[in-house]
């Protein structure tokens, strides 16, 4: 296929022809074996280090992260906020007419399972960690220059603000211009799955689809790697902290290592399934039974003070969201940043390939504004109410004097949860539950990470080879049980970190690269300069006719050049 019919859309606006099951057509998208292999090398080299040289692989990464943090958490701030705010922009321009594939195209999921699938693969395990242990902690130890008191309700509104802050549109924001940028290369364009084809109007195709392009799908892959392999961490650690709580098993770094392995294994069995079945049976068992949690928890909890903390902290977060958004350390703690919003925009950053290629491969058919809609609004409205229910009741919960949680939070975040069940009825119960959600959220974050590796080490594949999705997922098994043995929950976050640091800039140039497109895209309709040229065109056509009507007695060469100019204007 020439370039023209690939990268240009039709005459009549409806664009490529969307890929394949392949890919799109005429593409080749088997494995590509030299990504592959610097890629697997890479990542074996920092296991390696990490789990003989532990004192020195501890020794840099704390060094190297200081450097990071005291230099570039500026960049984190700014490039969050640049990419929710081109979010909204482009939701609500005329971009937002363009859909992702041909214009006649229709969703291939309906909207209940392409919103499961996204809220699975977007943070799930990360909601059941910090549900209840992030509002706790900054309720017992605000965040500095907020000037709020511990353990009261300013402490409080302060602890859900942030919490606000850290989960909902930024991070979905995040995810929402890598989903957008990849959809519309790959439907639109039809130019394939992998991250380095957005970057065709700025490198080129023969760049695109050489080592510049590579170096691009191996930047995603890496922060990929590490940033689900923090996920993965952290699921195993509150897995093993609920095993504890529940059972009497101790939480050892061998349980910890155990529960990887075990659900590592399931996570296999997910990946022959597919899809279709897999990740999408999966993803919806999990929004029923977190639905069925957050229920329990509001009907048999502090029910009236959670529907009194909604429009209150969300009011609170609305008016704080500037501050919040703006703040780069320079007038504040640093340390802070870094433990927790530098950390998160890192976090989600590094995710942004897996999440945002998870989410460009669900959403064929679906409009932009449609898709930064439901990308934005309707997880952000989820999260919300998770935290109000969760989060709101361990703090209620505190406060009443019914838990201690001011210990429990001491012994670290992943056992909030569970003592906060644990103060209400049928404890030991819903403990399991939530343990299983957390399985259940281990397995599809993995396996929608493996297919999206899979895919970026393809060639774009749409379905890569089985192999290759199971070994990208034994290998992010393997970072994550390191990186826990190593140094624990501080040595995923600094890993995370200072991945995401060189793909923060990768982020931006895609920016870049999706708003040239999209300014040529015919789906759009006309822009306002273009409107105006068409309305001058039309007034030059009227003038050219009246003067041939009203003036007989004009030379006739005057007349005709008249006409036929107002006849080619118009």
């Known amino acids: 296929m ?60 704390a060094t190297a992260l200081t450097w990071v943090l005291n230099n570039f958490a500026w960049l984190f701030v700014v490039a969050a906020d640049a990419f929710l705010v081109l979010c909204v922009v482009l939701m609500l321009s005329r971009f937002g007419r363009i859909r992702l594939g041909r214009d006649d195209d229709e969703p291939e999921f309906t909207n209940l399972a392409w919103i499961a699938m996204m809220f699975s693969a977007g943070m799930g395990i990360g909601l ?75 490198i080129g195709e023969r760049r695109a689809a050489g080592w510049p392009g590579r170096i691009i799908d191996l930047l995603a892959v890496f922060a990929t790697v590490f940033g689900t392999a923090t996920s993965l961490g952290i699921g195993a650690l509150q897995v093993a902290t609920g095993l504890g709580l529940t059972t009497g098993l101790d939480n050892t770094k061998t349980v910890q290592l155990l529960i990887i392995l075990i659900l590592g294994s399931a996570f296999v069995c997910s990946a022959f399934s597919g899809l279709h079945r897999g990740v999408k049976w999966l993803s919806t068992i999990n929004i029923v039974l977190a639905a069925c949690l957050a229920a329990f928890v509001f009907v048999l909890g502090p029910t009236v003070y959670i529907l009194d903390s909604v429009p209150e902290s969300v009011g609170g977060f609305l008016n704080e969201i500037l501050p919040m958004a703006s703040r780069a350390g320079a007038f504040t703690s640093g340390d802070w940043l870094g433990t927790w919003t530098i950390f998160y925009w890192a976090w989600w950053l590094s995710w942004a390939p897996f999440v945002g290629t998870f989410i460009a491969r669900i959403s064929h058919g679906r409009r932009i504004r449609e898709f930064l809609i439901g990308v934005l609004l309707v997880p952000s409205g989820a999260t919300v109410v998770w935290f109000c229910v969760m989060g709101g009741s361990g703090i209620r919960l505190d406060a009443t004097g019914r838990i201690d949680m001011a210990s429990k939070i001491a012994q670290g975040p992943e056992s909030a949860l569970f003592s906060m069940l644990d103060g209400l009825p049928v404890g030991t119960v819903t403990s399991w539950v939530a343990m299983i959600l957390v399985m259940t959220y281990f397995v599809t974050s993995a396996d929608s990470a493996s297919l999206v590796m899979g895919s970026l080490t393809s060639r774009g594949a749409l379905h890569p080879k089985t192999w290759l999705v199971v ?48 300014r040529k895209d015919p789906g759009a309709g006309p822009s306002r300069a273009h409107a105006l040229h068409g309305l001058r065109d039309a007034v030059k056509a009227m003038v050219g006719d009246a003067i041939t009507e009203q003036s007989p007695t004009l030379h006739p060469r005057l007349r005709r050049a008249a006409k036929s100019r107002g006849q080619d204007e118009s």
């Open 2 to 61: 020439s370039t023209e019919t690939i990268d240009q859309p039709s005459s009549d606006g409806h664009g490529a022809p969307p890929p394949g099951p392949g890919g799109p057509p005429g593409t080749d998208d088997s494995p590509d074996f030299k990504v592959i292999g610097i890629g697997v090398v890479a990542v074996l080299a920092m296991v390696a280090w990490a789990a003989i040289g532990k004192d020195s692989f501890s020794s840099a990464s």
């Open 128 to 202: 059941m960690f910090y549900g209840v242990g992030e509002p706790l902690t900054h309720y017992f130890k605000p965040p500095p220059g907020t000037g709020a008191q511990p353990q009261t309700g300013g402490s409080a509104l302060v602890a859900m603000e942030y919490s606000f802050f850290h989960w909902t549109f930024t991070p979905w924001a995040i995810y929402g211009v890598v989903g957008l940028a990849l959809a519309y290369a790959g439907y639109r364009k039809g130019r394939g799955n992998r991250l380095s084809s957005v970057f065709v109007p700025l």
């Open 471 to 518: 070994m990208w997922g034994v290998l992010m098994a393997a970072v994550a049980a390191v990186l826990l043995v190593a140094g624990g929950l501080d040595s995923l976050q600094s890993a995370t970190i200072l991945v995401a640091l060189p793909f923060v800039v990768v982020m931006l140039a895609l920016c870049w690269a999706l708003l040239k497109e999209l």
